[in-house]
């Protein structure tokens, strides 16, 4: 049995796969604050309750599936990320990835490599407002005690594991 825990945009998602496919699942709501100037944010300290919650709803609908999982796989939105201290703690909510403050940001970091498209042909990725370089950039600018003060950017997946 594997376990797959998803924390999503607005939903956490378990489910228990079997051999035959999916056997038991959860789910459970998080709360996304959309702010002015294009801002989507998280509070991070929601990230595990989803988890447990979720995790609960899958082993209610079946308890002999989830007691037998041997693996667990975690997958979370891209370019979403929360700065934190050295010991993980989280500064602040954090930014989803259609988070799209850091416009100017990219659009800046986009001339000096040669322009959006020739950074699409480099890396294979789109350099606008959602990636977390541009939102690095933007809290550089906007928030620096807050960047200072922090030690890593975590993805939900990663504070969830830490």
Known sequence: MILTLDLGTSTTKAVVWDADGPSAFGRAAIATAFGAGDRAEQDPSSWWPSVV??????????????????????????QTFVPVTAAGEPLGAALLWSDRRASAEAEVMARGLGGIEAVRRRTGGVLDGTAVAAKAAWLATHDPDRLAASRWLLTPRDLTVL
């Not at 209610?60 to 796989?73: D, L, Q, R």
């Open 53 to 78: 919650a979720a995790c609960a709803e899958a082993r209610e609908h079946s308890p002999e599936s989830y007691a037998a999982v041997e693996a667990v796989g975690f997958a979370a939105a891209r």
